[in-house]
Protein backbone atom coordinates (compact mmCIF):
# COMPACT_ATOMS: atom_id res chain seq x y z
CA UNK A 1 0.00 0.00 0.00
CA UNK A 2 1.03 3.50 -0.93
CA UNK A 3 -0.38 6.70 0.58
CA UNK A 4 -0.40 9.62 -0.38
CA UNK A 5 -1.57 12.96 1.26
CA UNK A 6 -1.37 16.31 -0.83
CA UNK A 7 -0.97 20.03 0.36
CA UNK A 8 -0.20 23.39 -1.04
CA UNK A 9 -3.11 24.38 -2.48
CA UNK A 10 -5.31 27.64 -2.73
CA UNK A 11 -6.15 30.80 -3.94
CA UNK A 12 -4.36 32.84 -6.36
CA UNK A 13 -5.22 35.56 -9.05
CA UNK A 14 -4.56 33.96 -12.85
CA UNK A 15 -0.57 34.75 -13.42
CA UNK A 16 0.11 33.83 -9.83
CA UNK A 17 1.87 30.54 -9.08
CA UNK A 18 1.57 27.65 -6.85
CA UNK A 19 3.66 24.78 -5.65
CA UNK A 20 1.46 21.53 -4.57
CA UNK A 21 3.53 18.89 -2.47
CA UNK A 22 2.46 15.35 -2.10
CA UNK A 23 4.36 13.21 0.49
CA UNK A 24 4.75 9.41 0.27
CA UNK A 25 4.81 7.15 2.59
CA UNK A 26 4.00 3.14 2.77
CA UNK A 27 5.40 0.62 -0.06
CA UNK A 28 7.41 2.80 -2.33
CA UNK A 29 8.84 -0.01 -4.54
CA UNK A 30 4.91 -0.46 -5.51
CA UNK A 31 4.45 1.54 -8.42
CA UNK A 32 7.01 2.72 -11.72
CA UNK A 33 5.36 6.36 -11.08
CA UNK A 34 3.97 9.66 -9.28
CA UNK A 35 1.58 11.22 -11.05
CA UNK A 36 -0.86 14.23 -10.87
CA UNK A 37 -4.12 14.76 -12.04
CA UNK A 38 -6.97 17.27 -11.56
CA UNK A 39 -10.77 17.64 -11.76
CA UNK A 40 -12.92 20.56 -12.30
CA UNK A 41 -15.58 19.60 -9.58
CA UNK A 42 -16.79 16.44 -8.16
CA UNK A 43 -15.23 13.53 -6.51
CA UNK A 44 -12.36 12.13 -9.05
CA UNK A 45 -13.31 9.88 -11.85
CA UNK A 46 -12.04 8.11 -14.02
CA UNK A 47 -13.94 9.56 -17.02
CA UNK A 48 -13.40 13.16 -16.09
CA UNK A 49 -9.75 13.45 -14.04
CA UNK A 50 -7.71 15.62 -16.68
CA UNK A 51 -3.52 13.85 -16.18
CA UNK A 52 -1.50 16.91 -15.58
CA UNK A 53 1.99 15.18 -15.37
CA UNK A 54 4.17 12.27 -14.39
CA UNK A 55 6.97 11.51 -13.36
CA UNK A 56 8.97 7.56 -13.69
CA UNK A 57 10.81 6.53 -10.86
CA UNK A 58 13.43 4.55 -12.82
CA UNK A 59 14.92 7.81 -15.22
CA UNK A 60 12.83 10.43 -13.91
CA UNK A 61 11.04 10.61 -17.28
CA UNK A 62 8.74 13.70 -17.59
CA UNK A 63 5.55 14.08 -19.32
CA UNK A 64 2.93 16.69 -19.33
CA UNK A 65 -0.65 17.43 -20.78
CA UNK A 66 -0.32 20.21 -24.08
CA UNK A 67 -2.37 22.42 -21.61
CA UNK A 68 0.31 22.37 -18.90
CA UNK A 69 3.73 22.53 -20.61
CA UNK A 70 5.89 24.83 -20.29
CA UNK A 71 3.83 26.31 -17.14
CA UNK A 72 4.22 23.09 -15.11
CA UNK A 73 6.83 21.69 -13.95
CA UNK A 74 6.86 18.13 -11.91
CA UNK A 75 9.80 16.90 -9.40
CA UNK A 76 10.85 14.47 -6.93
CA UNK A 77 12.71 15.02 -3.55
CA UNK A 78 13.96 11.36 -3.07
CA UNK A 79 15.16 12.71 0.81
CA UNK A 80 12.25 14.23 1.57
CA UNK A 81 9.64 11.50 -0.01
CA UNK A 82 7.64 13.64 -1.73
CA UNK A 83 7.04 14.45 -5.77
CA UNK A 84 5.84 18.57 -5.87
CA UNK A 85 4.59 20.24 -8.78
CA UNK A 86 5.60 23.76 -9.82
CA UNK A 87 2.66 25.97 -11.40
CA UNK A 88 3.86 29.08 -12.73
CA UNK A 89 1.11 31.57 -14.81
CA UNK A 90 -1.79 30.50 -13.68
CA UNK A 91 -4.89 30.82 -15.79
CA UNK A 92 -8.99 30.33 -14.24
CA UNK A 93 -8.77 27.25 -16.00
CA UNK A 94 -6.49 25.41 -14.22
CA UNK A 95 -9.02 25.40 -11.09
CA UNK A 96 -10.01 22.16 -9.67
CA UNK A 97 -9.25 19.56 -7.05
CA UNK A 98 -5.65 18.13 -8.11
CA UNK A 99 -4.52 14.78 -6.83
CA UNK A 100 -1.54 13.28 -6.28
CA UNK A 101 -1.62 9.50 -7.88
CA UNK A 102 0.84 6.14 -8.17
CA UNK A 103 0.76 2.68 -9.64
CA UNK A 104 2.31 1.06 -12.73
CA UNK A 105 1.87 2.94 -16.10
CA UNK A 106 3.20 2.02 -19.27
CA UNK A 107 6.22 4.33 -20.93
CA UNK A 108 4.57 3.78 -23.97
CA UNK A 109 1.98 6.07 -25.60
CA UNK A 110 -0.82 8.04 -23.68
CA UNK A 111 -1.00 5.57 -21.08
CA UNK A 112 -0.30 8.07 -18.58
CA UNK A 113 -2.99 10.24 -18.95
CA UNK A 114 -5.99 8.05 -17.94
CA UNK A 115 -6.58 7.94 -14.41
CA UNK A 116 -7.91 4.34 -14.67
CA UNK A 117 -3.83 3.36 -15.10
CA UNK A 118 -3.24 4.26 -11.54
CA UNK A 119 -3.78 2.20 -8.13
CA UNK A 120 -3.44 4.73 -5.40
CA UNK A 121 -4.41 8.12 -5.03
CA UNK A 122 -4.48 10.95 -2.14
CA UNK A 123 -7.40 12.77 -1.35
CA UNK A 124 -6.73 16.05 -3.16
CA UNK A 125 -5.71 19.71 -2.91
CA UNK A 126 -8.23 22.64 -3.75
CA UNK A 127 -6.63 24.90 -6.54
CA UNK A 128 -8.67 28.33 -7.35
CA UNK A 129 -7.72 30.65 -10.01
CA UNK A 130 -9.25 33.94 -10.36
CA UNK A 131 -9.57 36.28 -13.42
Known amino acids: QVQLVESGGGSVQAGGSLRLSCEIS????????YAWFRQASGKVSGKAAEGVAIIYKNGGTTLYADSVKGRFTISQDGAKNTVDLQMNALKPEDSGTYYC????????????????????WGKGTQVTVSS
Open 101 to 120: TSGWVNRNGRAWSSAYEYTY
Open 26 to 33: GDTSDGNC
